[in-house]
């Protein structure tokens, strides 16, 4: 049974750091594309960020690109979302995503 269970969201002054963890179980993670979406209060999903399965190339959109940074643990089956800088406009629900299933969320709230 496929299961992501994300933690590790909080709340944060802007210019903070957090690190997500996405905790996979029922396939291998670096088998497999993974990917970290948001949604903000009242927006529709954004990408945030994905994970090439293999050799593990990455992908991030411009407004997260040299703040963010995914990565994954082979041996704890887990994938990570590094924040850094982080601004107001990064408050969400941050979701991991991958085997056409999503986790639950965690919430990351940036404000002083």
């Known amino acids: 049974q496929v299961r992501l269970v994300e933690s590790g969201g909080g709340l944060v002054q802007p210019g903070g750091s957090l690190r997500l963890s996405c905790a996979a179980s029922g396939f291998t993670v670096s088998s497999n594309g993974m990917s970290w979406v948001r949604q903000a209060p009242g927006k529709g999903l954004e990408w945030v960020s994905d994970?090439?399965?293999?050799?593990?190339?990455?992908h991030y959109p411009d407004s997260v690109k040299g703040r963010f940074t995914i990565s994954r643990d082979n041996a704890k089956n887990t994938l990570y979302l590094q924040m850094n800088s982080l601004k107001p406009e990064d408050t969400a629900m941050y979701y991991c995503g991958g085997v056409a299933s999503w986790g639950q969320g965690t919430q990351v709230t940036v404000s002083s």
């Open positions: 994970i090439q399965s293999g050799a593990g190339g990455t």
